[in-house]
């Protein structure tokens, strides 16, 4: 797992050094950096929260104000920061551009049944530390689960 840490971590420092050598600014790289880890903690909170919606939801207590109030929540961590961000982003850089469906959530299940090596260690990581422990729906049916 250290070893896909640095890779991923190597191919991301050569993106932003990359995009400040292309737009001429050494600030760049670092806003980068810096932009893709706040980015990547925001996906991980609105998930958090995106869980505990559902699991309300199929329980039938969740009310029609939390609802409301959510449903951006949802839309937005799904729509920009699971998609942009952690699937384009970061997912290219841990897979090594072997994408597998829109999400990343999806990307990372597919590695984690299908996959070899490197890529399905890293996806059964990142289910068992990060998706499945949190995703509480009843039904027991979880992000990373077949």
């Known amino acids: 797992m250290i070893r896909v840490a640095l890779l991923t971590s ?25 932009s893709l880890w706040i980015s990547v903690l925001l996906t991980w909170v ?4 995106a869980m505990q919606l559902i699991r309300a939801k199929a329980l ?14 949802v839309i937005l961590g799904f729509i920009v920061l699971d998609c942009l961000i952690c699937n384009v982003l970061i997912g290219h850089a841990m897979f090594l551009l072997a ?3 829109g999400a ?10 299908h996959g070899s090596g ?21 039904d027991g049916k979880g992000h990373c689960r077949p």
């Open 60 to 73: 039938g207590t969740l009310s029609r104000p939390a609802r409301v109030l959510g449903a951006p929540m």
């Open 10 to 34: 190597a191919i991301l420092i050569a993106e932003a050094c990359a995009l400040a050598w292309a737009f001429g600014r050494w600030w760049v790289a670092p806003a980068y950096l810096a």
């Open 99 to 101: 994408l597998k469906g």
């Open 104 to 113: 990343f959530t999806s990307t990372v299940s597919w590695w984690k049944w």
């Open 46 to 49: 609105l998930y958090l929260g």
């Open 118 to 138: 490197y890529r399905q260690r890293a996806a059964h990581f990142i289910c068992f530390h990060f998706l499945d422990q949190y995703d509480t729906r009843p």
